[in-house]
């Protein structure tokens, strides 16, 4: 099998995408923002080694090292290679920073035959609530929250002026959205949110740059998943139960289709009136997406 390389792409003057192929488990995009003086980036990697491969990427494309970093969400493979741009101010949102260190080195708890390397856990030094507005030169950079959505510390990555925004992972291109740490109801909203922005290029959390269209495909799946969540629910399944017997149709394509379960987990709880981001038992949703990949582990990419 061969495995693609990392890439950078420039969909505008002075803002640059990462793209890690495939962008399954541990395999996100990042990108920056640089003026030729000053940089901006926009999340890290999973792994010491990837993250010291963005740093020369980076570089390559003639752009300084970031003073800023920020940070779309707490997850590790977006969150893991912080320390690697040190001295840089790490950015986030307040619940980003409060949820990387309740995660600590989350991810070699899950894959722990993964190679991270030398990760120190360094979240944001600077915390916002609803809205920040960064400068790089004369690009405004707009990080904004949209609420609970894919964990109760998102944020939106907009840059008005180059029409280009980055997601994080409100958006998986070709790949299928997990919800397990924050919000079907919210996850909704965010997509409203984004929509508002008339955005020309989407770069997501994972998978390659697209475009608005990929709004739409993910509602359906939302919308999709809380139907199959109310029917399976009144008819006293499990959602495990739910999700073996579901067929994804449109879906079946998208990389990781047994986050299906966890999702699921997240829609029966909002359901039952939990409150939007009340947090699951990550171990048991991990069990059940196990079994609905055959019962083989998942696979981190990194």
């Known amino acids: 099998m061969t495995v ?46 990837r993250a010291l491969a963005l740093r020369e990427a980076v570089l390559a494309a003639g752009s300084p090292l970031p003073r800023t970093v920020v940070n779309t969400h707490h997850h590790g493979d977006h969150t893991y290679g912080n320390a690697a741009f040190a001295p840089a101010l790490i950015v986030g949102h307040d619940n980003a920073r409060a949820e990387q260190l309740a995660a600590g080195h989350q991810l070699e708890l899950i894959w722990p035959a993964t190679d991270f390397g030398a990760v120190e856990i360094t979240p944001p030094d600077l915390t916002y609530d609803d809205r920040l507005t960064l400068h790089v030169g004369e690009t405004e950079v707009r990080v904004l929250h949209p609420g609970v959505a894919h964990t109760t510390g998102d944020s939106v990555v ?19 959205p997990f919800l397990a740490m924050g919000s079907l109801a919210g996850s909704l909203r965010a997509l409203e949110l984004l929509r508002s922005l008339d955005a020309e290029t989407v770069v997501p959390g ?21 139907e199959l969540a109310r029917d399976g629910r009144d008819r006293g399944l499990t959602p495990l139960e739910t999700a073996r017997g579901a067929d994804l149709g449109e879906f079946a394509a998208w990389r990781e289709s047994e986050r299906l379960v966890a999702n699921l987990h997240r829609a029966y709880a909002e359901l039952a009136g939990e409150p939007e981001g009340a947090p699951l038992d990550i171990m048991a949703v991990l069990r059940d997406m196990t079994v609905m990949n055959g019962g083989t582990p998942l696979l981190c990419h990194a």
Do not use: I, M
């Open 158 to 176: 907009w840059l008005p002026a180059k029409r280009v925004v980055f997601t994080g992972d409100l958006v998986f291109a070709g790949g299928t």
């Open 206 to 226: 994972h998978g390659p740059l697209t475009d608005p269209a990929a709004y739409a495909a993910t509602e359906r799946y939302l919308r999709y998943v809380e």
């Open 4 to 49: 693609e390389k990392p890439y950078a792409v420039q969909p505008a003057a002075g803002v640059y995408a990462y793209v890690q192929p495939d962008g399954g488990w541990c395999l996100n995009n990042a990108g920056w923002v640089s003026d030729g003086g000053r940089t901006l980036l926009v999340d890290t990697a999973a792994t010491e080694r």
